[in-house]
């Protein structure tokens, strides 16, 4: 990956009047990047990635504050919300770390026949 500063002194140096055989030498790069650079540059290319989040059913900060109000919600009730279905709603709960309600006392495998020996 190449920074915008090396991006914006190539296609300068090519726009001095250089030829591709030049730029290639001083800047190992081919005729079609520095093309591709031209263009980029002339529609306003900063050198920053443009991230966009896909439009997803589920809005995930609502939810984040369905789960907080509604805690002890079926994956059932929070996807009748969302008008969607359960299976929709789980994976979505995964990403966002949202876990379901645990057994607040550990099974404790042999417990009866520790109990017989007392």
């Known amino acids: 990956m190449y920074s915008i500063d ?6 300068a140096y090519k726009e001095e009047g250089h030829t ?3 730029l290639k030498n001083t800047f ?3 005729s ?3 093309y591709q650079w031209k263009i980029k540059l002339e ?9 966009r989040e896909r ?10 504050k369905a789960a907080e109000e509604n805690p002890d919600a079926y994956l059932y009730e929070l996807a009748r919300q969302f008008d969607c279905s359960p299976q929709a709603v789980f994976p979505m709960l ?9 057994s607040p006392l550990p099974i404790v495998k ?7 020996n007392i």
């Not at 995964?94 to 645990?102: Q, S």
């Open 55 to 64: 439009n997803r059913k589920i809005d995930k900060k609502k939810l984040i």
């Open 43 to 51: 529609n306003g290319y900063d050198g920053t990635k443009v991230f």
């Open 110 to 116: 042999g417990l009866k026949k520790n109990l017989k």
């Open 28 to 30: 190992n790069i081919r």
């Open 6 to 11: 090396f991006i914006r002194r190539a296609v």
């Open 94 to 102: 995964e990403k966002l770390n949202i876990t379901r309600k645990k």
């Open 32 to 34: 079609e990047t520095y």
């Open 20 to 22: 591709f055989k030049e």
